[in-house]
């Protein structure tokens, strides 16, 4: 089962303000445990939403909206993509991670990834394309 773990923002993430030494190095032996463990994916912080760009669609077409954008329970700071056997063991490893703004109120949230059994309905071929895509990603 693969998740996404995500770091919600907060006001410090939104003004740029980078993390500590301390919470750093954490972070860095919490990334170390998740490679050892071969359950890493991915994972990186994102910049604030000062520099992110939205595309809104409609029966129109397409808008181009820059950032800043307000709605803080929504921003996303930082994210793992892990691979683990169990919504249990996802949990475990959220468990274990360091306080992701240090101090004060934080979340993360864990999400599933469809796989390819997910689209049992899906027209001839579309699955294997998606899984040939997902065999290019993992070489790299």
Not at 5 to 14: C, L, P, R, S, Y
Not at 29 to 53: F, Q, R
Not at 76 to 94: D, F, N, P
């Amino acid at each position: 089962m693969r998740f996404m773990m995500m770091v919600k923002g907060n006001k410090d993430t939104e003004a740029g303000v980078m993390p500590g030494v301390e919470l750093l190095t954490a972070m860095g032996e919490y990334n170390d445990a998740l490679m050892k463990a071969g359950v890493l994916l991915d994972g990186g912080g994102l910049h604030p939403t000062s520099k992110s760009i939205k595309v809104h669609f409609s029966n129109a077409g397409s808008t181009v909206v820059d950032g800043p954008f307000t709605e803080a329970k929504e921003i996303i700071a930082g994210y793992w993509l892990i691979e683990v056997k169990s919504r249990e063991e996802a949990i475990e490893w959220a468990r274990r991670c360091p306080h992701p703004h240090g101090q004060g109120p934080a979340e993360l949230e864990l999400r599933p990834l469809f796989d390819a059994k997910d689209f049992a309905e899906a027209p001839p071929g579309l699955v294997e394309k998606e899984q040939a895509f997902r065999a290019k990603q993992a070489k790299g």
